[in-house]
């Protein structure tokens, strides 16, 4: 494989990857699958993508491709899409023999939902004292205890630490390290982080506004290493939204009159 294919010829194998995942999958997971399905190289896999004013967005040409090929699914009513970033299967096929870009999207980009508003505003707003501030507050909020932040001390990589509490009873030293920007974190400060926790803590925390990389998540869970949790930007958003940290959600009243009601009376 030379070039990464096109949009519509990413419809087939998203949906096939989301079978493969038994129904419905995050972004990540159906991205991660369609790679393997389609065997895409790695050199296609990182290739960045670049936005007709010349700026990266911190995803690659992949991933867009893909977040149109899952617009395009969805307004066909193949795929549909959860509050919580999960795509699933609708039951309806997908006619491989007629495929057509719907007309409704062909010149909108993918609409830009509340997880990337959010992560824009902290990268663009928060001061990185700020941010550090609020993943404080966000691991309290979790049930973190004795959680400090240490980052403006040159402690090695290290923003933080604080102590983790399993049911009441197992307790593990955690240190946390923030990165605040839109690209990609990579395996090599994953092993940066790794090395600079060692003997420091029990587990380690890896928090970004962006991205891993395959070969950091890779290297996050590899065999035999310290172990390191990552959350990445959609997961930081969501987890935003769950606690109540900076994210509202508005119920609209909705009032409808039981005609059949009045005609009762």
Known sequence: MNALPHRNELMKPTVEAIKALGGSGSVEEI??????????????????????RGNEDGRTQLEYELAWARTYLKQLGVLENSTRGVWALTGRELNTDSIVTPVAVENV????DWRERINTYLIETLSPAAFERLVQRMLRETGFTQVEVTGRTGDGGIDGKGIAKVNGILSFRIVFQCKRYRGAVGAGEIRDFRGAMQGRADKGLF???GYFSRGAVKEA?????????????EKLAEKLKELGLGVRVEHVERVKIDEEWFKSI
């Open 31 to 52: 991205v991660e699958k369609v790679i393997s399905l389609l065997g895409i190289p790695d050199e296609l896999v990182i290739q960045p993508y670049i936005s007709k």
């Open 109 to 112: 980009a993918p609409s830009v």
């Open 221 to 233: 869970t590899r065999d035999g290493a310290s172990a390191i949790d990552i959350i990445d930007g």
């Open 207 to 209: 928090i970004t506004t």
